[in-house]
């Protein structure tokens, strides 16, 4: 159990929802907010307090997929360079092969010592979220709780990601 509270302290989320449309329709964007963001490409970067309890937030809003995309880089840089243990990542897409390929090429260049997965939006997450949404969960990598002989190393206590 204490090593599963310790993974929970070093995990964090960001998620880029590509189309504002599919938050309007499930309530959590106000129509104003849509069209409005709909016509500046607004691309909010939304982030999840893994820690505490769980509330999704938008942490960010840029213009345009690009400029998203390297902000959610940039913090993903910023939140993992300075960490004691090793990181996984898994990058996530909604039916959007194309986009996860880049970003999986680009973060396996920029990140060589990051351990990378991939995986796809799944239904109940991708009603909310809509096609070519694209999210990232990191935390330190499952392999380091162990020892050369798979037995879990006792104690760790690591570094918190502070978001």
Do not use: C
Not at 104 to 117: L, M, N, Q, T
Not at 135 to 160: E, Q, T
């Amino acid at each position: 159990m204490h090593d599963l509270k310790d993974l929970r302290n070093t995990t964090d989320v960001r998620f880029m929802v590509d189309n504002l449309n599919h938050l309007k329709r499930t309530g959590r964007l106000s129509n104003a907010a849509s069209f409005v963001g709909s016509i500046l490409k607004i691309k909010p970067i939304l982030s999840m307090d893994v820690q505490n309890e769980g509330k999704i937030s938008a942490i960010a809003k840029e213009r345009h997929y690009k400029r998203a995309y390297n902000h959610i880089k940039k913090d993903f840089d910023s939140l993992t360079s300075d960490m004691p243990y090793p990181i996984q990542l898994t990058i996530f897409h909604a039916d959007d092969e194309e986009r996860k390929n880049e970003w999986v090429s680009d973060y396996k260049s920029s990140f060589p010592k990051v351990k990378i997965y991939q995986s796809i939006i799944g239904p109940v997450v991708g009603v909310h979220v809509g096609q070519h949404t694209m999210a990232m969960i990191w935390g330190r990598d499952l392999d380091s709780y162990f020892d050369k002989n798979g037995k879990p190393i006792k104690d760790i206590k690591s570094k918190v990601v502070e978001d």
